[in-house]
Structure formats: structure tokens, C-alpha cells
């Protein structure tokens, strides 16, 4: 799986003061944690395809509209703005106007007074709905708050994985509202990566889980992907997903007398793409 929203770049006019700017908003902080899998292995290129036809004067505005939408939409601003606002910037942006300095504070401040009421708004639905599913039948809370049902318990007799080996798995993930933002079903393969290569949530399921298994695993923000947006996940989100462990690879034994090989660097995250129950 790979989670408001990500980061981005729009190199139009207003646009591009606009969606360039808040990035600088949120530079204090701390990097980006690792992605909950990794991507599957890439497949051979396909054929480039034909170029397409150039788009009508009409059309080529709205798809310019369109992508400005869409890159606003994915830092979570929505209905906190009107579209006649907008277009009275595009406008003065068009003829010529530039942002003065003050301006552009004001668009920081903004962004970031969004961003903050969306991580508070869903770090306390989360909040909210871990603490009934944590009432749930089957449910179980380790102590760093991770909750997870076994659907099917697999080969119980059989070895879980260690931190440093590498695993296969088939998932799912979605927002606690059902909206699906990685799935490797989709995608139509399943999923490598070494169990320390991903966030918390996932690293701390996966040790406790067995080959054949299929759990179903509720990540708070904390071992997620926190304050830091992902596509299709929004900051503070909790994130729901269903694992099945296909396979186990250990980890190769280090040469004798080779160095120690460094930590993991892997940081929380606040998640990057939850299914309901």
C-alpha cells in the first residue's frame, strides 16, 4: 500500500504560486517515513503510445482547470474555498499580477491553518473509531495501540517472520470511511519487501503473523504515516488493511567478521492509502 494528501507541482501561472508555496510551509518537518509496501517490481515498458491530438482552446482551459483542482484537492483543501474566489485570482494572475511578499505569508498561513484542522479533524475520528473497533469482537489492542482481527490464522505451527526478512503479501487498504487507496488485488500481483523496509503498523502485524494468514489490521496515525499526507491519504489518518502473508524469505546470514549492518532509519508515519468494517 502505498494513505489528505500528497505533495505536488503546477508550473501555470497562478497556479504555480499557489500549489509551490506551501510546500515551504511544512519544510521543518521531519522526513517522510517509509511507504506501507513497496512498489511491485516494475514489468517490461510498454509500447510509447501515439501522441494524442491537441485539444481545442476550450478544452485545453478546463484540463488546465482540472489539474489545478485535483492538486488542491490533494493537500485537502476543498470546501474551504469558493470556486469565484479562485477565479478572481486566475484572473489578476493572467493580467499580469504578481503575489506581493505579504501575499504569499498569507497563503502559507492559510495552507497550513487547513492542513492543521484536517490532521485534528482526523486524528479524532480516528481516535473515535479504534476505540469501538477495540470493543469489537475478535478485536485485539497491543500496546502501542495497534489493533488487528485474524481472519484466518494460517500455518500456526510454522515460523513468523523476522524484522530483517523479506516477505509476500496480498493487501488491501482504505480510510475508515471505505475509500480504498492501494490495493495490491487491483494491481494484480503481490507485494515484496523486507519487513523493516515499511511503517510501524505494518512491521509490528507482520511478526506476529504466520505463513497462509490473513489478518485484518487497524494502524493508528502513529504508525502510519502521522501528519504527513500521502496520495489518498490525508494527514492524521487511521489507516485499515487486510493482509494475507503468502510467503516468508529469511534474511542471508551476515559474513563472518563483516560489519554490523546499520538501523533501520524508518520513522513513524501519520499513512500513506482504511477499509471499513
Known amino acids: 500500500m502505498k494513505k489528505p494528501r500528497s505533495r505536488f507541482a503546477f508550473e501555470l501561472g497562478a497556479a504555480a504560486a499557489l500549489l509551490s508555496l506551501p510546500l515551504s510551509v511544512f519544510a521543518q518537518n521531519p522526513p517522510a517515513s517509509a511507504p506501507a509496501v513497496a512498489p511491485p517490481a516494475a514489468s517490461a515498458p510498454a509500447a510509447a503510445p501515439a501522441p494524442a491530438a491537441v485539444p481545442s482552446a476550450a478544452d485545453g482551459g478546463y484540463l488546465i482547470g482540472l489539474s489545478f483542482g485535483e492538486q488542491i484537492r490533494r493537500i485537502g483543501i476543498t470546501n474551504e474555498i469558493s470556486i469565484e474566489d479562485i477565479t478572481?485570482?486566475?484572473?489578476?494572475?493572467?493580467a499580469g499580477k504578481k503575489m506581493?511578499?505579504?501575499?504569499?505569508?498569507?497563503?502559507?498561513?492559510?495552507?497550513?491553518?487547513?492542513?492543521?484542522?484536517?490532521?485534528?479533524?482526523?486524528?479524532?475520528?480516528?481516535?473515535?473509531y479504534l476505540t469501538k473497533n477495540g470493543q469489537e469482537k475478535g478485536v485485539k489492542t497491543t500496546a502501542s495501540g495497534l489493533q488487528y482481527r485474524v481472519l484466518i490464522p494460517g500455518d500456526t505451527k510454522a515460523a513468523s517472520p523476522q524484522?530483517?526478512?523479506?516477505?509476500?503479501?496480498?493487501?488491501?487498504?482504505?480510510?475508515?470511511?471505505?475509500?480504498?487507496?492501494?490495493?495490491?488485488?487491483?494491481?494484480?500481483?503481490p507485494a515484496t519487501f523486507p519487513v523493516n523496509g515499511v511503517i510501524k503498523g505494518w512491521q509490528e502485524a507482520l511478526v506476529m503473523m504466520k505463513p497462509g494468514s490473513k489478518w485484518k489490521v487497524f494502524v493508528p496515525p502513529e504508525l502510519g504515516y502521522d501528519i504527513q499526507p500521502r496520495p489518498g491519504i490525508p494527514a492524521g489518518s487511521v489507516l485499515v488493511f487486510?493482509?494475507?502473508?503468502?510467503?516468508?524469505?529469511?534474511?542471508a546470514a551476515a559474513p563472518t567478521g563483516a560489519a554490523p549492518a546499520p538501523k533501520s532509519q524508518i520513522t513513524p508515519a501519520a499513512p500513506a492509502t482504511p477499509v471499513s468494517k
Not at 88 to 94: F, P, S
Not at 166 to 175: E, F
Not at 242 to 251: M, T
Open 88 to 94: 478572481r485570482g486566475l484572473k489578476d494572475a493572467l
Open 100 to 128: 506581493a511578499a505579504g501575499e504569499q505569508q498569507q497563503l502559507q498561513s492559510f495552507v497550513k491553518s487547513v492542513m492543521d484542522a484536517i490532521t485534528a479533524h482526523n486524528k479524532a475520528a480516528g481516535k473515535e
Open 163 to 189: 524484522p530483517s526478512d523479506t516477505v509476500t503479501v496480498q493487501y488491501r487498504g482504505a480510510l475508515i470511511d471505505g475509500t480504498e487507496f492501494d490495493s495490491s488485488y487491483t494491481r494484480g500481483q
Open 242 to 251: 487486510e493482509v494475507e502473508l503468502q510467503s516468508i524469505k529469511a534474511a
